[in-house]
């Protein structure tokens, strides 16, 4: 059975001036199903019992088409895709074909814009027609070739401030930055760069967008010594502030940020007061 959404090898039945139709390896061209490849994407030479790769869809009358375009998503799978333009019925999105996919408003786990990278799942809709959603949890896959330490990329989904920020890693494995680490003022739709801290037990993975503590600290430290420059040289809080403080002027846990502080100590570049933080002249 002929599927839209899904690039699948069919066979050449029968030619006409405007294209050739196409069945299932082996179907019976009388009574079996076909689906028409339009005579500009059948390839040159091509004959009755030749095979061709082709990507099936809805053209803009409602039929089952054939293209040999290649599309950037195929069914049940994510991809980050462009937002062409937005309309009364929702935005629509470039999938690499000569007609648009549709992006419904109730699809959307935030109002989009044209020009805007969206990740998606592409999934046939009641009607029988492609369309994509923003929500992709369920499309994601659970048996990443990825282990602790390792470094990959991917697109936050979305953010639950009880849990932490949901991430498609790579645009297909399931991956999460805890609520501990989100400092950084991440949003929905950030592509980001993290290190795998852990494998669950589901096969989901736990992400850190922050380099190892042993690394992280430098940069850490020149982050709170410029803070405190910005500060005329003087911050109003020590590395007792509350947990609440520090995110907000350095997006930092405070566990980082009293490490960066003892770094900058140690290296003579600050000092504590009861009130406070100073930079030392040597810093200035």
């Keep these: 059975m002929l599927k839209i959404g899904t690039v699948e090898p069919l066979e050449i039945v029968k030619k006409k001036e405007f294209g050739a139709y196409l069945a299932e390896p082996g179907a019976d061209a009388r009574t079996g199903e076909t689906v028409l490849l339009p005579i500009k994407q059948v390839p040159k030479d091509a004959k009755p019992g030749d095979t061709v790769e082709v990507f099936l869809y809805r053209d803009s009358q409602d039929r089952m088409i054939a293209t040999t375009a290649v599309p950037r998503i195929t069914l049940g799978n994510?991809?980050?895709?462009?937002?062409?333009?937005?309309?009364?019925?929702?935005?629509?999105?470039?999938?690499?074909?000569?007609?648009?996919?549709?992006?419904?408003?109730?699809?959307?786990?935030?109002?989009?814009?044209?020009?805007?990278?969206?990740?998606?799942?592409?999934?046939?809709?009641?009607?029988?027609?492609?369309?994509?959603?923003?929500?992709?949890?369920?499309?994601?896959?659970?048996?990443?070739?990825?282990?602790?330490?390792?470094?990959?990329?991917?697109?936050?989904?979305?953010?639950?401030?009880?849990?932490?920020?949901?991430?498609?890693?790579?645009?297909?494995?399931?991956?999460?930055?805890?609520?501990?680490?989100?400092?950084?003022?991440?949003?929905?739709?950030?592509?980001?760069?993290?290190?795998?801290?852990?494998?669950?037990?589901?096969?989901?993975?736990?992400l850190s967008a922050r380099d190892k503590a042993y690394n992280q600290i430098f940069a850490d430290a020149e982050l709170v010594l410029r803070t405190v420059r910005e500060f005329d040289g003087r911050l109003p809080f020590n590395d007792k502030a509350s947990p609440e403080v520090i995110a907000r002027e350095f997006k930092l846990s405070k566990a980082a940020f009293k490490r960066a502080v003892g770094h900058l100590l140690k290296e003579g570049k600050i000092k504590i007061t009861e009130n406070g933080i100073i930079m030392t002249e040597e810093s200035k």
């Design 78 to 206: 994510t991809a980050v895709l462009e937002v062409k333009e937005v309309s009364k019925i929702g935005a629509f999105l470039d999938m690499g074909l000569e007609r648009d996919l549709l992006l419904p408003f109730r699809e959307q786990t935030h109002p989009v814009k044209k020009g805007e990278p969206c990740l998606v799942a592409l999934y046939v809709d009641k009607s029988g027609r492609l369309a994509a959603t923003m929500k992709v949890y369920s499309y994601l896959r659970s048996d990443p070739p990825y282990g602790p330490g390792d470094e990959v990329n991917g697109i936050i989904f979305e953010i639950n401030p009880e849990h932490g920020a949901f991430v498609a890693v790579e645009g297909r494995y399931h991956g999460m930055i805890p609520k501990r680490e989100l400092f950084g003022g991440f949003h929905v739709g950030q592509e980001i760069h993290a290190r795998v801290t852990r494998v669950r037990e589901d096969g989901k993975l736990d």
